[in-house]
């Protein structure tokens, strides 16, 4: 059962659809992921969930209860919903220790003590409780909003851009000792990202947004293997991507090959339009193989590098490899994984 139901909603302002139809539901201790670049509707998206804006139409639930629709609308700050904005949003003139317990200041001060005691213990903050936001690092200021969000013990934590003021050092420490708060308090949770590793590592389920729609909400080995759409595909990963043509036969044929695709939906007529998508993994090396590709760049990944090559027709295409060196100008025979399903799409779509 979902704990989190997102149906139909449409958010505008004035006449400008901001977004529209979105449609998604997240189970209780699962964490959720929207993905996608700068102004496609992520932070509007989480800022209505959290009821700081007002729907046009659809619903938002909580545990089978409405939290907005189109004629009701409940306050923020009844909904049992954390947030933890990009900027932090610290109070300056508190210490650490106000501002965690500023969320629980109805209840009695040794139960404002205990709970603030013990979310210092487990972000790593003891020792900063009488600190100033401006005496603390960007790690430290995180720290602190995720333990002000979580102190009232909320139903569910959102999360806008988690790591984006992190640096990189910091970032797999904090993704970490994020994911230990979430599991200890039994939290479910949504995060705002830009980042695919971000998302890949983090999320349960992940929704692709662009242009104010969720275009695929799965989970990330789905959205990577079985995409729904060219935005999809050129979303997420490394891709390449092919021209097709038919054979007399009838089979679909790629430069480095014939493709085993048993669908009915294109002919010789619209062939033109259909592309082969390509991930790096989906190309093998295959001594016994007909095709070569040049090797024109090498990037190096630590576990692996990736290689782009060039087919005799100048299309690029990457490789990744974990165990064969290559070097730039290395001539090297390929072949397509052939266990692996096709990723064909309209470009005109």
């Known amino acids: 059962m979902a704990l989190l139901e997102v149906d139909s909603l449409r958010y505008r302002v004035n006449d400008t659809p901001i977004l529209d139809d979105i449609s998604f539901a997240l189970a209780n201790r699962q964490v959720g992921c929207l993905l996608g670049q700068s102004g496609c509707g992520k932070t509007t998206l989480l800022r209505c969930i959290a009821g700081l804006e007002k729907i046009n139409a659809g619903h938002i639930k909580l545990n089978d209860q409405c939290l907005s629709s189109c004629t009701f609308h409940r306050p923020a700050e009844e909904r049992r919903i954390g947030m933890v904005f990009q900027d932090f949003a610290l109070f300056p003139h508190l210490d650490v220790a106000a501002n965690i317990a500023y969320g629980i200041l109805g209840r009695s001060k040794r139960e404002q003590r205990s709970c603030v005691g013990e979310l210092l213990g487990i972000l790593a903050l003891q020792g900063y409780q009488n600190r100033y936001p401006h005496e603390l690092s960007g790690g430290e200021q995180q720290r602190v909003a995720i333990a002000r969000a979580i102190a009232p013990r909320p139903r569910m934590l959102l999360l806008d851009e988690p790591f984006a003021n992190i640096d990189i050092k910091l970032r797999e420490t904090l993704k970490s000792t994020l994911m230990e708060v979430l599991v200890h308090y039994n939290i479910t949770a949504i995060f705002v990202t830009h980042n695919q590793e971000e998302a890949f590592d983090l999320a349960d389920y992940i929704g692709i947004l662009a242009d104010g729609n969720i275009i695929q909400w799965g989970r990330a080995q789905d959205l990577y293997h079985n995409p729904k759409s060219v935005?999809?595909?050129?979303?997420?990963?490394?891709?390449?991507?092919?021209?097709?043509?038919?054979?007399?036969?009838?089979?679909?044929?790629?430069?480095?090959?014939?493709?085993?695709?048993?669908?009915?939906?294109?002919?010789?007529?619209?062939?033109?339009?259909y592309q082969l998508y390509l991930r790096p993994d989906d190309i093998i090396y295959d001594p016994q193989a007909k095709n070569f590709a040049t090797v024109v760049n090498i990037a190096f990944r630590g576990t692996h590098c990736l290689y782009q090559l060039r087919l005799n027709s100048s299309v690029t295409l990457n490789y990744f490899s974990a165990d064969k060196k290559l070097n730039i100008g290395d001539r090297l025979p390929i072949c397509l994984r052939p266990e692996r399903k096709p990723l064909i799409f309209n470009t005109m779509d």
Do not use: Q, Y
Request: charged share 20%; hydrophobic share 35%; with cysteine.
């Open 231 to 273: 935005k999809v595909v050129n979303f997420i990963g490394v891709c390449s991507a092919l021209p097709l043509t038919i054979n007399n036969d009838l089979r679909l044929r790629c430069e480095l090959g014939c493709i085993s695709d048993t669908r009915h939906d294109i002919n010789a007529d619209n062939i033109h339009s």
